[in-house]
């Protein structure tokens, strides 16, 4: 299958301060990505969908000026979490799909704010 | 909005064991897919489904798109203990940018 690389893989900040979290295809080009949290032994919760050049869509009850999405080419895409707080400790997964009907996981993200 | 019912939640098997789980819909999906998901990990896909009625293998897993495209299921034949792990079945009802719904996971436990 096609390769989703997210960075970093693990982050701690502290408490106020913003993270930035990118996810590029590697292999192939991405006209769609999306941005999910998972918690604790919990499925995958669709945070936003992005598509290249234009503005994210976001899933109800997720703040758009709290997790910044920006889509800026057809390999990449950025999560940033403004002024974290440690309610935002979570697992934050990306992924990506192109032409095909498939879609193509990052390895996550594990972010703790302290 | 859409509903994915995936069952069992969770289930203890001994090494050598078949193992099988299902999710239905509420509404009608034109892809299914099955992903793998290792702890610390982002979920690994396993098989896509794109037809009614298809019914496909990798390795020792198979799957198949049911007849009403509400509802799929994935077989794990002879299991080993590396099977271990949370299993997610995730459909799409169509549309250009591919958005997911997610079921809830089945997490395995293989016992050597």
């Known amino acids: 299958g096609a390769v989703v690389s997210q960075h970093p893989s693990r982050v701690i900040c502290k408490s106020g301060t913003s993270v930035k979290i990118e996810c590029r295809s590697l292999d192939f080009q991405a006209t769609t990505m999306f941005w999910y949290r998972q918690f604790p032994k919990k499925s995958l919760m669709l945070m936003a969908t992005s598509n290249e050049g234009s503005k994210a869509t976001y899933e109800q009850g997720v703040e758009k000026d709290k997790f910044l999405i920006n889509h800026a080419s057809l390999t990449l895409s950025t999560l940033t979490v403004t002024s974290a707080h440690p309610e935002d400790s979570s697992f934050y997964i990306c992924?990506?799909?192109?032409?095909?009907?498939?879609?193509?996981f990052g390895q996550g993200t594990r972010l703790t704010v302290v | 909005g859409q509903q994915l019912n995936q069952s069992p939640q969770s289930m203890f098997i001994q090494e050598g064991e078949d193992v099988s789980m299902n999710c239905t819909s509420s509404s009608i999906f034109n892809t299914w897919l099955w992903y793998k998901q290792d702890p610390g990990e982002g979920p690994v896909l396993l098989i896509a489904l794109y037809k009614a009625g298809e019914l496909t293998s990798n390795g020792r897993l198979t799957a198949q798109f049911g007849i009403t495209r509400k509802d799929s299921f994935l077989n794990i034949s002879a299991s080993i203990p590396s099977d271990v792990g949370i299993y997610f079945c995730a459909g799409n009802s169509g549309g250009s940018n591919y958005k997911l719904t997610f079921g809830k996971g089945t997490l395995l436990t293989v016992n050597p």
């Open positions: 992924s990506c799909s192109g032409q095909g009907n498939e879609a193509f």
